[in-house]
């Protein structure tokens, strides 16, 4: 069974940096698009960034900051963000699909494996 397991969130004050990883196990990842969303409380679950066969894209509200990679011998995927505000607080979760691979990858039905998330919390 696929499964994506995230770690690495946490609390940290504004202007600090985090790094969030996502292990992916139980299949094959090398034509998947990998992509971090996040949810705040009471919005919707939004893009934040995508690996795929493009390159990496980012959504503009973290352009600059965060940083995706990739390491596919550890089939590992890390966001590294750098300067977080208090509007980057949510749960951040990690995605597979291979939809997203050859499209744009910015769609929430590109995807079809899903980690439980990690909580992000920026203090001001």
């Known amino acids: 069974q696929v499964q994506l397991v995230e770690s690495g969130g946490g609390l940290v004050q504004a202007g600090g940096s985090l790094r969030l990883s996502c292990v992916a196990s139980?299949?094959?990842?090398?034509?998947?698009?990998m992509a971090w969303f996040r949810q705040a409380h009471g919005k919707e679950r939004e893009f934040v960034a995508r690996?795929?066969?493009?390159?990496?894209y980012y959504t503009d509200s973290v352009k600059g900051r965060f940083t995706i990679s990739r390491d596919n011998a550890k089939n590992t995927v890390y966001l590294q963000m750098n300067s977080l505000k208090p509007d980057d607080t949510a749960v951040y979760y990690c995605?597979?699909?291979?939809?997203?691979?050859?499209?744009?990858?910015?769609?929430?039905?590109?995807?079809?494996?899903w980690g439980q998330g990690t909580q992000v919390t920026v203090s001001s």
């Open positions: 995605a597979a699909g291979r939809r997203a691979y050859y499209s744009t990858g910015v769609a929430l039905d590109g995807y079809d494996t």
């Open positions: 690996l795929n066969r493009i390159g990496s």
């Open positions: 139980g299949g094959t990842f090398s034509n998947s698009a």
